[in-house]
């Protein structure tokens, strides 16, 4: 289970970069636009993550985009600043078993310019 929501955490995040503002990239600045890529993600991840038989208990998928110009915001888990166009997708879900691994947030993050992603991200609270 948790291979299929790291997997989906990042298609999602994947999938949220390709919303770019248009308008924006034409003046030459790359800008993530954040209502789109927020949707995109959270209905990449439900697709990926498919029926709720694995994940009775629910999946909350939360959705951060940072763009160049907001300097003041910092990523909720690791504390810094993007340096490029970002969306940080983090994912937790609850199982019916008593597994040690239910609940525990995956973040995945991606950028037109780079990727990567994170499997265990202890510093969010559940």
């Given at each position: 289970?948790?291979?299929?929501?790291?997997?989906?955490?990042?298609?999602?995040?994947?999938?949220?970069?390709?919303?770019?503002?248009?308008?924006?990239?034409?003046?030459?600045?790359?800008?993530?636009?954040?209502?789109?890529?927020?949707?995109?993600?959270?209905?990449?991840?439900?697709a990926n993550?498919?029926?709720?038989?694995?994940?009775?208990?629910?999946?909350?998928?939360?959705?951060?985009?940072?763009?160049?110009?907001?300097?003041?915001?910092?990523?909720?888990?690791?504390?810094?600043?993007?340096?490029?166009?970002?969306?940080?997708?983090?994912?937790?879900?609850?199982?019916?078993?008593?597994?040690?691994?239910?609940?525990?947030?995956?973040?995945?993050?991606?950028?037109?310019?780079?990727?990567?992603?994170?499997?265990?991200?202890?510093?969010?609270?559940?």
């Open positions: 289970m948790r291979h299929r929501v790291g997997q989906a955490a990042d298609f999602g995040a994947l999938a949220a970069i390709q919303c770019l503002d248009y308008e924006r990239l034409a003046q030459g600045v790359i800008q993530i636009s954040e209502g789109q890529a927020a949707s995109s993600a959270r209905q990449y991840v439900q993550l498919g029926p709720g038989e694995d994940h009775p208990g629910g999946v909350n998928i939360e959705v951060e985009v940072f763009n160049p110009d907001e300097t003041a915001r910092r990523d909720s888990v690791t504390g810094k600043r993007h340096e490029y166009a970002t969306v940080c997708v983090r994912v937790t879900w609850a199982t019916s078993s008593a597994s040690a691994l239910s609940g525990w947030p995956i973040q995945c993050s991606a950028t037109p310019m780079r990727r990567r992603c994170r499997g265990d991200c202890a510093a969010v609270a559940g």
